[in-house]
Nanobody
């Protein structure tokens, strides 16, 4: 059973920064795409950022220039560096991984990020 373990959420004031981490229970090269999604209160889950094995990255327009996604293969961990946080960034953030062998995608348990104004 593949697990994605997230950490790094918390409460921060507007304008502050947080870094989320996602550590899969198997080597990251098993996933061709990894990313972060979020679900705010009363909203649908949305893609925040994603990255591929070739290190290309894709961002939602709402976070471009403020968030950076990265993968550290040596630590087998994916990160989401969030800066200039806004109250509208408040959400539960989920790690996502798409396996190269096909089948179901994997999700983390979610980590709460709350940005106060």
């Amino acid at each position: 059973q593949v697990q994605l373990v997230e950490s790094g959420g918390g409460l921060v004031q507007a304008g502050g920064s947080l870094r989320l981490s996602c550590a899969p229970s198997v080597a990251m090269f098993n996933f061709d795409v990894m990313g972060w999604y979020r679900q705010g209160p009363g909203k649908q889950r949305e893609l925040v950022a994603s990255t591929t094995n070739s290190r290309s990255a894709n961002y939602a327009d709402s976070v471009k220039g403020r968030f950076t996604i990265s993968r550290d293969n040596a630590k087998n961990t994916m990160y989401l560096q969030m800066s200039s946080l806004k109250p509208e960034d408040t959400a539960v953030y989920y790690c996502h991984a798409r396996p190269q062998w096909g089948g179901s995608n994997y999700w983390g348990q979610g980590t709460q990020v709350t940005v106060s104004s």
